[in-house]
Nanobody, 119 residues
Framework: QVQLVESGGGLVQAGGSLRLSCAASGKIFTIGTMEWHRQAPGKDRELVATSTSRGTTRTADFVRGRFTISRAENTVHLQMNDLKPEDTGVYYC???????????????WGQGTQVTVSS
């Protein structure tokens, strides 16, 4: 019953900004890592940014200085500035979480949100 729901995608011109959000809901005991991944047409899914339960964040080199990941409990955001056409793709939210104390960590993925950057 756990769900990750992304929002905030859309169509923007190069140089513009978007703020993506992902909300985790359902039976959640604790969340470890939350991440943003993206997939361009014909390409493999790639890690964009990650945030651990301790608050450590890391951003991929190809978006560093433009994208910022932030997190608060069951939500994670991705602020995207100075967008480029190469940023176009489907952005997916990822979470590693436990549904109860006795369970193990499991991976969950959102449905994805489309980001399109025009020249």
């Amino acid at each position: 019953q756990v769900q990750l729901v992304e929002s905030g995608g859309g169509l923007v011109q190069a140089g513009g900004s978007l703020r993506l959000s992902c909300a985790a809901s359902g039976k959640i005991f604790t969340i470890g890592t939350m991440e943003w991944h993206r997939q361009a047409p014909g390409k493999d899914r790639e890690l964009v940014a990650t945030s651990t339960s301790r608050g450590t964040t890391r951003t991929a080199d190809f978006v560093r200085g433009r994208f910022t990941i932030s997190r608060a409990e069951n939500t994670v955001h991705l602020q995207m500035n100075d967008l480029k056409p190469e940023d176009t793709g489907v952005y997916y939210c990822f979470a590693d979480l436990k549904e109860s104390w006795g369970s193990t960590y499991q991976n969950y993925w959102g449905q994805g949100t489309q980001v399109t950057v025009s020249s």
